[in-house]
Nanobody, 125 residues
Framework: QLQVEEFGGGLVQPGGSLRLSCAAS????????IGWFRQAPGKEREGVSC????????NYADSVKGRFTIARDNVENKVYLQMNSLKPEDTAVYYC??????????????????WGQGTQVTVSS
């Protein structure tokens, strides 16, 4: 399994922004589709965003379209999730998932093999 880590979570006020980072040492993330997921207490893990391999196609959950952006930084070998206009309902543990696929039909946890431990994002005034 790949060793995956997420960084950048924290506490932010509604309307604020955070940028999450995903890293996996020893591999080139450009070879993999990357998914971002989140899970709030007592709720199902949901797909937030996904970025494909060479084609660079991106997918977003309806709840975050227009607010979140997923992007690669191939020089740094990282994938970012830029989160703008954050809402309290965005509060969750956010996970980076690697070694899967972006289907275009949805962002599904079962499609990904390697997961980070999660980083907490709390949106509160």
């Amino acid at each position: 399994q790949l060793q995956v880590e997420e960084f950048g979570g924290g506490l932010v006020q509604p309307g604020g922004s955070l940028r999450l980072s995903c890293a996996a040492s020893g591999v080139n993330l450009d070879y993999y589709a990357i998914g971002w997921f989140r899970q709030a207490p007592g709720k199902e893990r949901e797909g937030v965003s996904c970025i494909s391999t060479s084609g660079g196609a991106t997918n977003y959950a309806d709840s975050v379209k227009g607010r979140f952006t997923i992007a690669r930084d191939n020089v740094e070998n990282k994938v970012y999730l830029q989160m703008n206009s954050l809402k309290p309902e965005d509060t969750a543990v956010y996970y980076c998932a690697v070694d899967g696929r972006c289907t275009g039909w949805g962002i599904f946890a079962a499609d990904f093999a390697s997961w980070g431990q999660g980083t907490q994002v709390t949106v509160s005034s």
